[in-house]
């Protein structure tokens, strides 16, 4: 996570998420709190956007399972992440 927390702005992050994952509020609340814009894909109730997380993952349903510039980063959030 410590690269996510030091992303630099003009990046695009794509998180999926699942609504009520506390590790995904988390990471939510990070990027909102730098003002740093991102999309969420709801990868629990969207089966499409779930196959696109697990095409990143390599089948791993942790969430958030977060994307920068079309690369897969992690899944979880924290330190060590979590979720």
């Known amino acids: 996570m410590s690269d996510l927390e030091r992303l630099e702005p003009g990046h695009r ?3 999926y998420v699942s609504p009520d ?3 995904c509020q988390q990471a ?3 990027f909102d709190a730098r003002g740093y814009p991102y999309e969420l894909h709801d990868a629990q109730n969207d089966p499409a956007q779930r196959v696109a997380m697990f095409a990143y993952t390599g089948g791993d349903p942790t969430v958030p399972a977060i994307v920068v510039d079309g690369v897969y980063v992690q899944s979880g959030w924290g330190s060590p992440p979590r979720g």
Do not use: A, F
Request: with cysteine; glycine share 0%; net charge negative.
């Open 13 to 15: 992050v794509e998180m």
């Open 21 to 23: 994952c506390p590790y």
């Open 28 to 30: 939510r609340e990070h």
